[in-house]
């Protein structure tokens, strides 16, 4: 059974860089007819595409994080990827990857338990 | 502000069905399909509905979806207690070049 498990830095300054890994296990992040995703939810409010990365590298992003987000995929460790520079108080969300099953409607069939992030001076 | 509208809440009593909607433009719903999701707070979102109306394995079939031109719908049937969740639809944007949510609807349980 495919797990996703996301980590990386919970508290952040303004203007820092966010860095998070999102682990998979159970499967190959290498497997054909998926990509990989990240969402996110700022409190109390709803859910928020970030963006999306195939096998092939190529990425689509939100337009409005496109200028501070890079998503990246190390197939050797099995690992996704997710940075957001010059963060702000309104990037504090949970954060969530995925897998986007391309044979699914591009569906995000598995997810990870979310990692909360907050920024704070 | 996401693109795809749905109310804030919706609520019934055991056994009744709740109806949904997802409504957006001819950029997104109107030309791509729809997903639902519920989504219980602190934990993963789990996926409800692809495709606009399929369900994947697991899915008890008390979900459905359906989708007309620039809206979509899911009713939930025989609602129960455990249906007490938030929902959100999903659509790939032409437009944006990127995916959207719904704004959520929090079903409730009378």
């Known amino acids: 059974q495919l797990q996703l498990q996301e980590s990386g830095s919970g508290l952040l300054r303004p203007s820092q860089t966010l860095s998070l890994t999102c682990a998979v296990s159970g499967g190959s992040i290498n497997s054909g007819g998926y990509s990989w995703s990240w969402i996110r939810q700022p409190p109390g409010k709803g859910l928020e595409w970030i963006g999306y990365?195939?096998?092939?590298?190529?990425?689509y992003y939100s337009p409005s994080l496109k200028s501070r987000v890079t998503i990246s995929v190390d197939k050797s460790k099995n690992q996704l990827f997710l940075r957001l520079g010059s963060v702000t108080a309104a990037d504090t969300a949970y954060y969530y990857c995925?897998?986007?099953?391309?044979?699914?409607?591009?569906?995000?069939?598995?997810w990870g338990q979310g990692t909360m992030v907050a920024v704070s001076s | 502000q996401s693109v795809l509208t749905q109310p804030p809440s919706a609520s019934g009593t055991p056994g009744q069905r709740v109806t949904i909607s997802c409504s957006g433009s001819t950029s997104n719903i109107g030309s791509n399909t729809i997903k639902w999701y519920q989504h219980f707070p602190g934990t993963a979102p789990k996926l409800l509905i692809y495709?606009?109306?399929q369900r994947p394995s697991g899915v008890p079939d008390r979900f459905s979806g359906s989708k007309s031109g620039t809206s979509a719908s899911l009713a939930i049937s025989g609602l129960q207690s455990e249906d007490e969740a938030d929902y959100y639809c999903e659509a790939w944007d032409d437009s944006l070049n990127g995916s959207v949510f719904g704004t959520g609807t929090k079903v409730t349980v009378l």
């Open positions: 495709s606009d109306d």
């Open positions: 990365i195939y096998l092939s590298g190529t990425t």
């Open positions: 995925a897998r986007v099953n391309l044979q699914m409607g591009r569906s995000l069939d598995i």
